[in-house]
């Protein structure tokens, strides 16, 4: 096939650029400077542009852009920049899928679990209704912007976890073990959805011959919490694990990120995946924690 990728040089799009290169797929990549690749589309998706005449170049569409939540604290302002970066992308992307002459066939576009707001003790899966909170109202509103794709285009909302892996949230809380002041975030028992980045990359490579449509939740099969999920990162870092933060003080520090990221408890099922017979390549999160480390140590040598 050949894919046109939104967010191709960030922390899930690398990957998945490799990936699908090296199993027989030419990859596009959207890049908001002046291309200097044959492989390099520009375009300004803030401002609306792109060259629409690309969607008929293409046979799939999949857009990883927007900015980072794991840069903190969210500010005002930059509450604001996390949602108008993802519908800004996304609009760009599917006004210019319906003016295309020949419409991709597959429309791959990035959400989150933050869909289902705070839901202690509650099994959520696709099924499950949306919840309140900020990060809900920005999902919302960025998978309603997917919406506007071409009806003949198979979109997908891939409502994505936590990312362990190289970079990211996970990055932050590696450095905090490393150093030896990791330990227990409020009751440490929320569950944290989370997902390895090789099934990251890995399920996205799946729907691209799948025949899914919707959201689809990628989380790893196996629950954790919190707690599980840093005492395991101290264990294998061999760091102590002591601290105690209490939730008012996440609070006061981070504002509404601690409680949206830190606090919240989703206990997230991936079961539209699972039915449709995608095999994760890291089941737990421990599994998926060795991987990220190994990596590490590789990239060290």
Known sequence: ?????????????????????????????????????????????????????????????????????????????????????????????????????????????????????????????EYSSAGTGFLAEVVAKWEQAATLAPEETRTVNVRTGLVVGQGGAMQRVGTLTKMGVSGRLGTGGQHWPWVALDDEVGALVHLLDSKLSGPVNFTGPTPATADRVMTAMAERMKRPYAFAVPERMLELALGRAADELLLSSQKVRPQRLIDDGYRFTHPTVESALDAMLSAQRDRAR
């Open 1 to 125: 096939m050949r894919v046109l990728i939104a967010g191709a040089s960030g922390f899930i799009g690398a990957p998945l650029v490799e990936r699908l290169r090296h199993e027989g797929h030419e990859v596009v990549r959207l890049v908001r400077r002046r291309a200097q690749a044959d492989d390099e589309v520009s375009w300004s998706p803030a401002a609306g542009i792109i060259d629409f005449t690309v969607m008929d170049r293409v046979d799939a569409v999949v857009n990883l852009a927007g900015a980072s939540l794991a840069r903190l604290p969210w500010t005002k302002g930059y509450r604001g920049e996390i949602l108008d970066s993802r519908i800004g992308v996304t609009r760009t992307l599917a006004d210019a899928m319906r003016k295309s002459r020949k419409p991709p066939s597959v429309f791959l576009s990035a959400s989150a679990v933050g869909y289902y707001g705070d839901r202690p003790g509650e099994l959520l899966t």
